[in-house]
């Protein structure tokens, strides 16, 4: 089992740069497929961006695309969501997850951080 805990959100202005980060506990952070998923209120819960075991694959919603980077660092046992040129409609709950048998279903979940992004 791994736990995770988000951090990094906050109020910003359109056009600003934020990053998350998310740190896991547990299990060897590298054995697990990570991901980013967002929530706003009233909508159902979308898939951001996704990152192999080794860093190397990244996959990324297409709201996001261009403006978002998925990284982790493996030996901090943490990953990370750059997000660039943010606009209002990026205001969300912002999730991280661990996939643990690569099969595209996220196990395990953080607490969500809150970022807002004001016009």
């Known amino acids: 089992q791994v736990q995770l805990v988000e951090s990094g959100g906050g109020l910003v202005q359109a056009g600003d740069s934020l990053r998350l980060s998310c740190v896991a506990s547990g299990r060897t952070f590298s054995s697990y497929v990570m991901g980013w998923f967002r929530q706003a209120p009233g909508k159902e819960r979308q898939f951001v961006a996704d990152?192999?075991?080794?860093?190397?694959?990244?996959n990324y919603g297409d709201s996001v695309k261009g403006r978002f980077t998925i990284s982790r660092d493996n030996a901090k046992s943490t990953l990370y969501l750059q997000m660039n040129s943010l606009k209002p409609e990026d205001t969300a709950v912002y999730y991280c997850?661990?996939?643990?048998?690569?099969?595209?279903?996220?196990?395990?979940w953080g607490q969500g951080t809150q970022v807002t992004v004001s016009s």
């Open positions: 990152i192999s075991f080794s860093g190397i694959g990244t």
């Open positions: 997850a661990a996939d643990r048998h690569n099969d595209n279903v996220f196990d395990y």
